[in-house]
């Protein structure tokens, strides 16, 4: 049974820092592409970042870009997002989300609704 388990979420003023994390079981996760999808308030689903998984090759959205670093730690089942200058448009619930086969292709990333596989999500709020 695939499970996706998101912490570290919590308040932070604008421009700080905040480490996600999300724990991984129930499948190979070393061969398993991963992203991180948030949904702020009243809006739907955004993809934020890729990874593959050998963590050799990572991609961002627009809005992530040059703050935000995705990482993973395959021997603790690990997939880590690091967010940093954070700004109130950061305000969301973040999900690590992958594929039943673990391949996330290019064309599809930001293509939320093709994922199948999501944790409960862990809220990040950015306010002064």
């Known amino acids: 049974e695939v499970q996706l388990v998101e912490s570290g979420g919590g308040l932070v003023q604008p421009g700080g820092s905040l480490r996600l994390a999300c724990a991984a079981s129930?499948?190979?996760?070393?061969?398993?592409?991963m992203s991180w999808v948030r949904q702020a308030p009243g809006k739907g689903p955004e993809w934020v970042s890729g990874i593959n998984g050998g963590g050799g090759s990572t991609l961002y959205a627009d809005s992530a870009k040059g703050r935000f670093t995705i990482s993973r730690d395959n021997t603790k089942n690990t997939l880590y997002l690091e967010m940093n200058s954070l700004k109130p448009e950061d305000t969301a619930v973040y999900y690590c989300?992958?594929?039943?086969?673990?391949?996330?292709?290019?064309?599809?990333?930001?293509?939320?609704?093709?994922?199948?596989?999501w944790g409960q999500g862990t809220q990040v709020t950015v306010s002064s």
């Open positions: 129930g499948f190979t996760f070393g061969i398993y592409d």
């Open positions: 989300a992958t594929t039943k086969h673990g391949v996330i292709t290019i064309a599809d990333m930001t293509r939320t609704e093709e994922y199948d596989y």
